[in-house]
């Protein structure tokens, strides 16, 4: 985990994408498949991924997720996302999922699951192709 302080931890990253769980993607009990987060988690990445390639990417890897709490119907997901290495071709990026609690005052935030993703450019056709910096 990557935490500013243990107290108190932020996301780390830039908020890259905000989703709204809803009821179409949630089991008999209310909770939302872990697959409709990891499908959200490779979004965000992607998009931080396709502005340091300045065109398409694709994803190669994903890490490992550990969930560190359900999500409900109703949650917003912040994701947070941040460029770790850039080499001849591929880009690993961050990216971190939070939960959002509005109650009215203010706004709480607590840390769903982060991941390490690769992803490599291509061209048009699918070919791998370097990344101009």
């Known amino acids: 985990m990557n935490l500013v302080n243990d107290d108190n931890p932020v996301p780390q990253g830039e908020l890259t994408l905000k989703v709204l769980a809803d009821?179409?993607?949630?089991?008999?009990?209310?909770?939302?498949?872990?697959?409709w987060v990891a499908m959200n988690v490779d979004q965000a990445g992607e998009i931080q991924a396709r502005k340091v390639a300045k065109?398409?990417?694709?994803?190669?890897?994903?890490?490992?997720?550990s969930f560190m709490r359900p999500v409900q119907v109703g949650d917003i997901i912040g994701?947070?996302?941040?460029?770790?290495?850039?080499?001849k071709t591929s880009?690993?990026?961050i990216v971190e999922a939070w939960i959002e609690n509005d109650?009215?005052?203010s706004v709480s935030q607590k840390k769903l699951t982060e991941t390490?993703?690769?992803?490599?450019?291509?061209?048009?056709?699918?070919?791998?192709?370097?990344?101009?910096?």
């Open 55 to 65: 065109g398409r990417v694709v994803t190669v890897s994903i890490g490992a997720m």
């Open 116 to 133: 390490s993703m690769v992803f490599v450019a291509v061209d048009g056709s699918g070919s791998t192709q370097r990344i101009n910096r």
């Open 91 to 93: 880009i690993r990026v």
């Open 23 to 35: 009821n179409q993607s949630t089991n008999h009990t209310g909770d939302v498949f872990a697959g």
């Open 103 to 105: 109650n009215g005052d």
């Open 79 to 87: 994701l947070y996302s941040r460029v770790t290495e850039v080499g």
